[in-house]
């Protein structure tokens, strides 16, 4: 957040409507997500209530757990989810094309990945307890899961895993993605009722923006978009209709058992539809906003992730360790601040109100070249000859960048890299020199176009690059303080045995 | 003094019976203590929920049936059977080592369950064991008693106080689960501040007895589902921060009469309930009640505070930042309003001395944003 963002947000709350933060949408957007709205029992971990899924606006497919305390019904929810996300994951895994490898990963990916949407983060903690309740579970001893649950277990963990690291796209919440293309005048906790941030970008025909957002708040009117139902929901229709399916299942009495349930999906389906309706045409707003261009590069190691980890089921995979040990969590954070900086680098380059945003600290900057050195050359410690031209930017942004910061361009060809020499505040600008040290080709004259000229206008950011990779001690070297032996158990499942006792 | 103080919140609330504190209203002092409204409202004992659907703006804040269902079974769960599952945990998970274990259950006192008897039984075997006179180990279901703004409040249920090596541990027992080592953390903060409320009122009714703070520890242990089973698991949690916070939200209640003393004379938040139980009370009038104290709203009310719709309506009506939260708020530091934000960024209201360095700031970030929107795509090149 800076002060071109607040700006966006102080515009929105005078207009009343959603403004753009962005020029671009940073994500990519598959021409076929799989959207799943999942529900889940007040006061209960990991208690699927129901899910609403399908990668089409039309035909969705709603599962509904009838007894959600009741650990058979739950493993057959999860199966038949899992049957659905397996479906479409493996779907993505038919054609592969090679990549040039460096190192010793594959030398081919896959050419797709996917992309699951849910409403919010919120969904995703979901879909994250729900791997975690299912990658254990065994398919044989004493309470045996279909084969798909503890894989829909290890996939859900992949996605969830995957989904924390800024970037990606092959786990989103869709308020996250509306948030980052659109300010609203309200506070980020509220942008995460889906109904209510549509309100402020698209309301519906004939309702203003205020009622909108006030119709989002009444479950009345507008049921939550979950992962919990509205607890006025609980109270007058759900409690009663689980009684009832409980009641009939207890008498044995068939008739009563196919009408409680279908009772009961009728209640949840109309519960969960409102919001499946705003999904689609939340992804339908989204892409109408066009893709960043440096999306795409993103998505390659989306690719990546997906083909290696698919690879990795091909092989007979473990479930994902509880937690991580010392070292791994150390290794993961540092990944995933590297993501967050290399994405906001992305986007900085890509989209010029997020440049904005840097420039209006002093972290960025644009301007007007006012003086140029363009065929200075100089002799490298190995007595080489290389072209190092030095040009003067004029800018009005608050500059705080210091000297030696290495600088990219959004304004100049691919591969420009330069090297902040000084900066000189003058009355209300600054003048700021820098040395071209990249992209110019291999000859001692720079290539055309390839070092800005005078006039020109300019910005320049820093490189995200620069920072060098952490080392990390390896696993024999760990300080004992630092390792734990539980870290190398292997996964000693107790819940398996869990009684869920009362409600069964 | 204090006597025209109570008087003045008696006033406040009108005709209503006035609520008094609970664990849960206590802990939720530690949520935007600076608010004079909620300070004032919470004092006085008035029905906040009652009085924002009264003003028009009632607050969903209900708690569902299955949640209140599953905290109570739980509870139950570990508390069966002498609290065998609790002192399980406390010996496995915890690695306590509890030789004898002796339960109390002070649930009621000889048939009487009044919380005046309970408390001073509880008062009393509590302050024989911390003097050694008494061998006890689990209090189940004590009576605590804390002066809050000079009230008395009863503290209880859900509490399980046990001694180790000569310090008492208050127990909280929540049913939202441990997964892997790990809970939410915005819960186990509520779960804390609502055991600090214990650890408090614990040591204050030693205290009567002559015994020391330390008699209490301020580690306090959480109980709670182990992954996504029924069975419990246990961790312990450093209360010390929030202990201290709490504690001088107490003092400042304490010095309600000084806001109190700042507000107008005829002040009242009386509904004018009639004998068919109807709020007779004209709701603008109540809300031009309600307007004559301050409030700080932010975003966070609305998981808070009863009063949050209301206020928030006051919020925006007059344009304030604090609608849009603490990041956009403390870009533009020292201004109140988008009025008066936009007004600075585009030049048209001069900025006093203290606003210079702001404005120009906001000019700026007004000019960059009009320069990227102005150009059509305001493709890449940002120049
Ligand atoms: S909702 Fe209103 S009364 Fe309650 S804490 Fe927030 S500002 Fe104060």
Redesign the interface.
């Known amino acids: 957040m800076s002060k071109v963002s607040a700006m966006a947000h102080l515009e929105a709350m005078e207009q009343m409507r959603a403004v753009p933060l962005t020029v671009f949408r940073h994500r990519r957007l598959s021409i076929k997500p799989l959207v799943i709205v999942p529900l889940t029992m007040a006061g209960e971990a990991g208690a699927p209530l129901a899910a609403m899924a399908g990668t089409a606006r039309t035909a969705p497919k709603l599962l509904v757990v009838d007894q959600p305390r009741n650990r058979d019904q739950r493993f057959a929810f999860a199966a038949d989810l899992g049957r659905i996300v397996m479906d479409y994951i493996n779907s993505h895994r038919l054609h592969r094309r090679d990549v040039t490898s460096r190192g010793d990963g594959p030398t081919s990916r896959y050419s797709d990945a996917p992309q699951i949407l849910v409403p919010n983060p919120g969904g995703i903690k979901v879909l994250a307890d729900l791997g975690r309740m299912c990658r254990f579970r065994k398919t044989d001893g004493d309470y045996p899961v279909q084969p798909v649950v503890p894989l829909l277990g290890m996939w859900l963990t992949f996605l969830a895993e995957s989904a924390e690291q800024a970037g990606t796209s092959m786990l989103l919440p869709v308020t996250g993605m509306l948030g980052e293309h659109w300010a609203t005048g309200q506070s980020v906790m509220e942008d995460q009722n889906l109904a209510s941030i549509m309100g402020w970008i698209a309301p519906a025909d004939g309702v203003s923006v205020e009622q909108a957002i006030a119709d989002a708040e009444n479950p009345a009117v507008c049921p939550p978009a979950g992962p919990a139902t509205s607890p006025e929901f609980d109270k007058t229709y759900l409690a009663p209709a689980v009684k009832r399916f409980d009641d009939a299942r207890a008498l044995g009495d068939p008739t009563a058992i196919t009408a409680a349930e279908t009772d009961l999906r009728e209640l949840i389906g109309e519960q969960i539809k409102p919001t499946w309706r705003l999904m689609w045409s939340a992804i339908s707003l989204l892409r109408a906003v066009p893709e960043a261009p440096r999306t795409a590069a993103r998505f390659e190691r989306d690719l990546a992730s997906f083909t290696a980890y698919s690879d990795y089921q091909d092989e007979g995979a473990l479930p994902q360790r509880k937690r991580d040990a010392a070292i791994g969590a150390a290794r993961r954070l540092s990944r995933l601040e590297r993501a967050q900086a290399d994405f906001e680098a992305d986007m900085a380059f890509d989209d010029s109100l997020v440049l904005a945003d840097l420039r209006s600290v002093g972290e960025a900057f644009a301007g007007t070249v006012t003086a140029a050195e363009t065929d200075r050359v100089v002799t490298t410690a190995k007595n080489r000859r290389v072209p190092r031209p030095r040009i003067t930017v004029t800018t009005d942004d608050p500059v705080r960048l210091a000297p030696g910061v290495i600088l990219i361009s959004p304004s100049m060809p691919n591969n420009h890299k330069a090297l902040i020499i000084s900066s000189a505040p003058d009355e209300e600008s600054t003048q700021i020199t820098v040395e071209i040290t990249g992209g110019m080709g291999r000859g001692v004259v720079p290539q055309k176009g390839t070092v800005p000229s005078l006039g020109q206008r300019i910005a320049y950011l820093p490189d995200p690059g620069w920072r060098p990779t952490p080392v990390f001690p390896e696993p024999d070297s760990i300080p004992w303080t630092h390792s734990s032996l539980a870290d190398e158990d292997p996964d000693t499942d107790t819940d398996a045995a869990e009684g869920w006792g009362d409600a069964d | 003094m204090k006597a025209a103080v109570d008087e003045r919140l008696d006033g406040l609330r009108g005709s209503a019976p006035r609520l008094t504190y609970s664990a849960r209203s206590l802990a939720a002092l530690e949520n935007n203590p600076r608010c004079t409204l909620r300070a004032v409202l919470d004092a006085s004992g008035s029905d906040k929920a009652a009085i924002a659907a009264h003003a028009g703006f009632p607050t ?1 804040f ?10 109570n ?1 739980f509870e139950a769960l570990v508390k069966a059977n002498g609290c065998a599952e609790l002192i399980r945990v406390l010996r496995e998970t915890l690695k306590l080592t509890l030789p004898e274990v002796a339960y109390q259950d002070l649930n009621d006192v000889g048939g009487n369950a009044s919380p005046e008897v309970r408390c001073t039984r509880t008062r009393q075997l509590l302050v024989n064991t911390a003097l050694g006179k008494f061998p006890g180990t689990l209090y189940d279901h004590p009576m605590l008693r804390l002066q809050v703004g000079g009230h008395t409040v009863f503290l209880e249920p859900d509490l399980v106080a046990f001694r180790i090596e000569d310090r008492f541990h208050v127990v909280e027992i929540k ?3 441990i ?4 809970a939410d953390p915005a819960q186990v903060k509520a779960a804390t501040t609502q055991a600090s409320a214990y650890v408090i009122a614990l040591r204050a009714m030693l205290a009567e007895a002559g015994i020391g703070p330390d008699a209490v520890s301020d580690t306090i242990v959480l109980v709670a ?1 182990k ?5 419990p698991t246990a961790a312990f949690v450093d209360a010390r921060k929030q202990v201290a916070t709490l504690t001088r939200q107490l003092t400042r209640i304490e010095r309600i009469g000084d806001l109190v003393s700042l507000l107008p004379e005829e002040l009242t938040f009386d509904l004018a309930v009639d004998e068919a139980g109807k709020a007779q009370r004209p709701a603008e009038e109540l809300a031009a009640a309600l307007d004559q104290v301050p409030a700080l709203y932010r ?2 009310c ?2 808070h505070c009863e009063m949050a ?1 209301f206020c928030r309506s006051r919020a925006r009506a007059c ?1 304030s930042l604090d ?3 603490p ?2 708020r403390e ?2 530091g020292g201004i109140d309003t ?2 008066m ?2 007004g600075l ?1 585009r030049g048209e209201l001069t900025a006093d001395v203290d606003q210079a360095e702001m404005a120009a ?2 000019r ?6 009009a ?3 102005g ?1 059509p ?7």
């Open positions: 969903p209900g708690q569902s049936p299955f949640a209140i269902a599953r905290g079974a049913s939202f689960p997964i892997d080592d790990q589902p992954d996504f089973t029924n069975s975003p966070d609305l998981s719709f344009a609608v849009l939260g990041t956009v870009q533009l988008a009025t934000a936009l960024a700031a906001l700026h970030a007004a000019r960059l944003r320069e990227v929107l150009q795509g305001g493709a890449g090149a940002a120049a």
